[in-house]
């Protein structure tokens, strides 16, 4: 056995790609030799492990073309972009088109073997962030360079990098086996990072074409360094905003002061009762939903590594704070909060004025857990702060946007196979987290094709997405790879529901 | 005595001052006639009653000079009106001179007669408020015109009209009787308008030469209409500043929401129970010192005209609110207070914005009634907000600036004496009213040289004071002279000590 490993492991060192010295896929190579069932498996992570290299090479292709949706200046290479992904489909065996929009263009592809079989959709986008400021970039940001293991480029892991890896598994699958366990169709989007409108648009428009039994994004992270993670729960969100008017104009605190209400001091009240001394919200009803974890995900939330000391450090504060009776990574992904995000009203400048503000603005957002509704969320909390209004204080509450929270059930049959996948290639089985916010893509997928989302990040959080010197590790990319092409194989064993 | 009023009428009547057909002076006529023990006074009645258009040409010599202390272009003018003043003093009677200070000027003149006499301190300003927005006025500001019995310019009643009609009811008094029944003392100063220094330090420095037994300042208004006031108490204030800081840049509110405190939730909490539902300040021990109003005095203010629905008109609000047990006048002038002056932190811009502040600050005022300490107001208020501190949230106090509240004892023999002053003058006593800001001449008065301050107002709140078209009605100018000049009478007659 030991003989074995260390054959495939020089067979496929890579001393450029991995100048790092960390070696890669020990663990599928195991697995694979050891359960004979696995013989069409084999050979698809024996041919991606022999073309590391190759599949570096043409992510850097990917990563040289500057598609920065945000831009209007680079259409041309959001084009070429959308042109590029379409090429790459088609040489991984997809048949693959461009759906232009009124933004920038969506690329589509699909093999579609057997309509018994599964049908993942996978998704990706191909735009990235600007790379603004461009000083702090060790090196261009659309000139790949690899440096110590990783690979630096804008859009290496942010989603560029992450994407490609199912383009290189289904194109393994493809040139070894002549098929692929499953079917799948591949959308990739221009407009992640722009906020674009078009995707659900398209979404909408194209129910059948998109039909299928499972999502698959890998637009999320590992938990940690060399700990793989499933995100199976996302919070909702809802935004609004409370507008407080009371006198005409600002009036002078000494000769009006105590015959008329303050906006500013009304707004402090009706918005300070909002979270209690003990870190709950206190909104009536607010909690009557609220799915709590189960003793199940506590337990593994506690096993979770997490020292409070580097937390408070990353954050630069001296303290947590929150919700009696829950740790604080569970408070930050799996429970409902409510926060100001913004208050405003009165004199703003150096030093005392003596006035009664006229106006008093706060903007709030409470995230939400699953079964939350935000409708009757943004209800609630209307009518909290409206009934603490006092008398001569106009009411305006403005209602931004609202989402519901995602869960995928940790013991659904598709996440158990997608544990499989990634435990073969990262070598041990990933941890189950939810993150605390929302991903606007996986709502649409849940509300308009009704499908629910597998988020199997290859990443980490510390490979600086939307800063300088965005980056991946090969190791990350390569295990995603891997990751991807046995993620096929297990989902087929899926039964269909 | 219809006949006598008659006569006196006719013969003061002047058409080109009293163009509105009103008619004055007819109950100090009445009076003086009727008694007369106060032979003294009639003839300066009557010499002023016969000099109203002289006073009013010199008033518009006065008003002509653009004394604007905030602009230091008026640096000639300021001097040029010291110089106007100290002249007129000269001609009053008074012995005059000008102070230098490293601002403006300071005119002081005094008369005195018998030490065994009471000794009066008048203070005034002769600076002005700058006349912007030019356009605004329908006669130039400082090119005095009279329309419709009142007179239009920049001064006219804050303070150059009210200070005025000193000097001249002191010029009549020595020009019809060679003497003042009592010692007077005049202090005008400069630099009322622009927040000058310079007052106090010619307070502190000139202890002896200011001795008195009261002041005399009218720079405030008449109740209403027709209803003369003296001003019997004055609310102080406090004014700080809380500043929250919690993490050390504004965070994600989706992957952080719940994990630590929101400075802005922090802040609303500590600010938000300042002020009861109630309208009761709630910081602990803040009514311990509180004075409240007399049985009588709330009688007095329970009989002033006070209409709801104008006041609402005038600050543009749909109700009044504050401190239950108190009618609003009562509030707004001898209740204390708490206002947040101004607040923010976060995000301010349109629309929503996921973050949780790194910081949040608000600005806090206190008014304070007779017997508060500002100290000990600050130290509770201070004491109160930091024991809602929640973990994790730095947290600063910035005190500004503090001043005890002021109150002329209802019952004082020198407030009773000018009560009759004014009842001559005006034809009806005068209401005793406090006031909800603060003047700090009075306090300075209170505290440098230990007098208390007779405020009497002879011009009213619809002057348009610090605004375009200024103005002072011919009808106040004239009976605040009148007035004046029987308040020497008056004042001589109380017990000094």
Same mark, same amino acid.
């Given at each position: 056995?030991?003989? %074995?490993?260390?054959?495939?492991?020089?067979?496929?060192?890579?001393?450029?790609?991995?100048?790092?010295?960390? +070696?890669?896929?020990?663990?599928?190579?195991?697995?694979?030799?050891?359960?004979?069932?696995?013989?069409?498996?084999?050979?698809?992570?024996?041919?991606?492990?022999?073309?590391?290299?190759?599949?570096?090479? #043409?992510?850097?292709?990917?990563?040289?073309?500057?598609?920065?949706?945000?831009?209007?200046?680079? $259409?041309?290479?959001?084009?070429?972009?959308?042109?590029? %992904?379409?090429?790459?489909? =088609?040489?991984?065996?997809?048949?693959?088109?461009?759906?232009?929009?009124?933004?920038?263009?969506?690329?589509?592809?699909?093999?579609?073997?057997?309509?018994?079989?599964?049908?993942?959709?996978?998704?990706?986008?191909? *735009?990235?962030?600007?790379? *603004?400021?461009?000083?702090?970039?060790?090196?261009?940001?659309?000139?790949?360079?690899?440096?110590?293991?990783?690979?630096?480029?804008?859009?290496?892991?942010?989603?560029?990098?992450?994407?490609?890896?199912?383009? $290189?598994?289904?194109?393994?699958?493809?040139? !070894?086996?002549? #098929? /692929?366990?499953?079917?799948?169709?591949?959308?990739?989007?221009? &407009? &992640?990072?722009?906020?674009? @409108?078009?995707?659900?648009?398209?979404?909408?428009?194209?129910?059948?074409? /998109?039909?299928?039994? @499972?999502?698959?994004?890998?637009?999320?992270?590992?938990?940690?360094?060399?700990?793989?993670?499933?995100?199976?729960?996302?919070?909702?969100?809802?935004?609004?905003?409370?507008?407080?008017?009371?006198?005409?104009?600002?009036?002078?605190?000494?000769?009006?002061?105590?015959?008329?209400?303050?906006? %500013?001091?009304? /707004?402090?009240?009706?918005?300070?009762?909002?979270?209690?001394?003990?870190?709950?919200?206190?909104?009536?009803?607010?909690?009557?939903?609220?799915?709590?974890?189960?003793?199940? &995900?506590?337990?593994?939330?506690?096993?979770?590594?997490?020292?409070?000391?580097?937390?408070?450090?990353?954050?630069?504060?001296?303290?947590?704070?929150? &919700?009696?009776?829950?740790?604080?990574?569970?408070?930050?992904?799996?429970?409902? =909060?409510?926060?100001?995000?913004?208050?405003?009203?009165?004199?703003?400048?150096?030093?005392?004025?003596?006035?009664?503000?006229?106006?008093?603005?706060?903007?709030?957002?409470?995230?939400?857990?699953?079964?939350?509704?935000?409708?009757?969320?943004? *209800?609630?909390? #209307?009518?909290?702060?409206?009934?603490?209004?006092?008398?001569?204080?106009?009411?305006?509450?403005?209602?931004?946007?609202?989402?519901?929270?995602? !869960?995928?059930?940790?013991?659904?049959?598709? /996440?158990?196979?997608?544990?499989?996948?990634?435990?073969?290639?990262?070598?041990?089985?990933?941890?189950?987290?939810?993150?605390?916010?929302?991903?606007?893509?996986?709502?649409?997928?849940?509300?308009?094709?009704?499908?629910?989302?597998?988020?199997?990040?290859?990443?980490?959080?510390? *490979?600086?997405?939307?800063?300088?010197? #965005?980056?991946?590790?090969?190791?990350?990319?390569?295990?995603?790879?891997?990751?991807?092409?046995? +993620?096929? $194989?297990?989902?087929? =064993? @899926?039964?269909?529901?």
């Amino acid at each position: 056995m030991t003989a %074995v490993l260390q054959f495939d492991v020089r067979k496929n060192r890579c001393p450029r790609v991995c100048d790092s010295g960390r +070696l890669v896929c020990y663990a599928p190579v195991f697995r694979w030799l050891l359960f004979p069932q696995d013989v069409q498996m084999q050979p698809v992570l024996d041919f991606l492990n022999a073309r590391q290299q190759t599949a570096l090479d #043409e992510l850097c292709q990917f990563l040289r073309i500057p598609s920065i949706s945000a831009d209007s200046a680079y $259409k041309p290479q959001m084009n070429e972009c959308a042109e590029w %992904v379409r090429a790459s489909m =088609t040489a991984a065996g997809l048949t693959a088109t461009i759906y232009p929009t009124d933004g920038h263009p969506i690329v589509y592809g699909e093999r579609l073997r057997d309509p018994s079989l599964p049908t993942v959709l996978v998704y990706g986008h191909y *735009d990235v962030q600007p790379p *603004d400021p461009l000083n702090l970039w060790t090196s261009p940001a659309f000139e790949p360079q690899v440096r110590e293991g990783k690979l630096f480029a804008r859009g290496a892991t942010d989603d560029k990098g992450q994407l490609f890896t199912h383009l $290189k598994s289904i194109e393994a699958w493809v040139k !070894v086996n002549g #098929e /692929l366990p499953v079917n799948v169709k591949v959308l990739i989007e221009g &407009e &992640e990072e722009c906020g674009g @409108v078009h995707l659900d648009h398209f979404l909408e428009t194209h129910r059948d074409l /998109l039909k299928a039994d @499972v999502a698959v994004v890998s637009d999320t992270s590992q938990y940690g360094d060399g700990i793989p993670a499933i995100t199976c729960g996302l919070r909702g969100i809802v935004a609004a905003e409370v507008r407080l008017k009371g006198p005409s104009k600002d009036l002078h605190s000494g000769i009006y002061g105590g015959s008329i209400a303050n906006p %500013v001091n009304a /707004l402090t009240r009706m918005c300070g009762t909002l979270v209690g001394a003990d870190g709950r919200v206190q909104i009536p009803g607010f909690y009557d939903d609220v799915d709590d974890l189960t003793p199940a &995900e506590r337990a593994q939330y506690a096993k979770l590594p997490f020292t409070e000391a580097s937390f408070l450090k990353e954050v630069g504060s001296s303290a947590t704070f929150g &919700e009696a009776g829950w740790s604080t990574l569970e408070r930050r992904t799996a429970r409902p =909060t409510c926060d100001i995000n913004g208050i405003f009203g009165g004199y703003t400048g150096e030093g005392p004025k003596t006035i009664i503000p006229s106006k008093a603005t706060a903007k709030i957002t409470c995230r939400l857990v699953p079964r939350m509704n935000p409708h009757k969320v943004l *209800d609630q909390l #209307e009518a909290y702060l409206k009934s603490q209004c006092p008398a001569g204080i106009e009411f305006e509450f403005k209602r931004f946007h609202g989402c519901e929270a995602f !869960v995928f059930d940790p013991t659904s049959d598709w /996440l158990v196979a997608a544990g499989r996948a990634v435990e073969t290639a990262f070598g041990q089985p990933p941890v189950l987290v939810r993150e605390g916010g929302s991903i606007p893509v996986v709502l649409s997928l849940k509300q308009i094709l009704g499908l629910n989302t597998l988020l199997l990040g290859w990443g980490r959080n510390t *490979d600086n997405l939307h800063s300088p010197d #965005e980056h991946i590790h090969l190791q990350d990319f390569h295990r995603g790879t891997l990751a991807s092409a046995c +993620l096929w $194989k297990e989902l087929a =064993t @899926v039964p269909r529901g």
